[in-house]
């Protein structure tokens, strides 16, 4: 079955710490997405990927880092420069970039204390 | 910037019929999408309109107003499963076609 994997579900981390979040996905989508979802709230975009070795700033990308060196993979690093860590974060990719529809993996609860 | 616009929270009885408004303010838009989101769980694609009118898949339907910078989502027959957050995301040319979301609005269906 196609679709998207985030791992682990849920991350504990003290703070300081470097971590950094799994996305795959077996969809052959080009556009690979980092959302940021805080208790109550809309998604706020983190970073995007078009293509291999090329990824943009979204919003809110202070304190984060990501790559993206095969097509399938877009892992999120959460640096101890981002002053509060602690979120719900999803993965999403879609076809090209502008296509409406994303799909997104089941998400990773970071908790840094 | 992007904004939009949903209210925080609606509640409606299992059978009944609930409307999701959304409004945005977003320059170079093009199309408005809704996703569902149970909670802890992802967000789930439910319709796009690209164009002004009606668009109807099963029980849901969306419409979307360019003059008017306004859409909603239509729920009909809910059922307890209806219970979630629901979010408009616009897609705008400005915005390096990336989708801005909405605060999402959270549904309760009651028996």
């Known amino acids: 079955d196609g679709g998207i994997t985030q791992s682990p579900k849920y991350l504990f981390r003290k703070e300081g710490q470097n971590v950094t979040l799994s996305c795959e996905q077996n969809?052959?989508?080009?556009?690979m997405y980092w959302y940021r979802q805080d208790p109550g709230q809309g998604l706020r975009l983190i970073y995007y990927s078009q293509i291999v070795n090329d990824f943009q700033k979204g919003d809110i990308a202070e304190g984060y880092s990501v790559s993206r060196e095969k097509k399938e993979s877009f892992p999120l690093t959460v640096t101890s420069a981002q002053k509060n860590p602690t979120a719900f974060y999803l993965c999403?990719?879609?076809?090209?970039?502008?296509?409406?529809?994303?799909?997104f993996g089941p998400g990773t609860r970071l908790t840094v204390t | 910037g992007q904004s939009l616009e949903q209210p925080s929270e609606v509640t409606a009885v299992e059978g009944a019929i609930v409307q999701i408004n959304c409004t945005y303010q977003t320059s170079g838009f093009y199309g408005l999408s809704w996703y569902q989101q149970h909670d802890g769980g992802a967000p789930t694609f439910l319709s796009y309109?690209?164009?002004?009118g009606l668009e109807e898949t099963g029980r849901f339907s969306s419409f979307l107003s360019r003059s008017d910078s306004y859409g909603y989502l239509l729920l009909q027959e809910l059922q307890m499963k209806d219970s979630a957050s629901y979010f408009c995301?616009?897609?705008?040319?400005?915005?390096?076609?990336?989708?801005?979301f909405g605060g999402g609005t959270r549904l309760m269906v009651k028996p």
């Open positions: 999403a990719s879609s076809i090209w970039r502008e296509a409406p529809e994303q799909y």
């Open positions: 969809l052959n989508h080009d556009a």
């Open positions: 995301a616009a897609a705008s040319n400005n915005a390096g076609n990336m989708l801005t």
């Open positions: 309109n690209g164009l002004d």
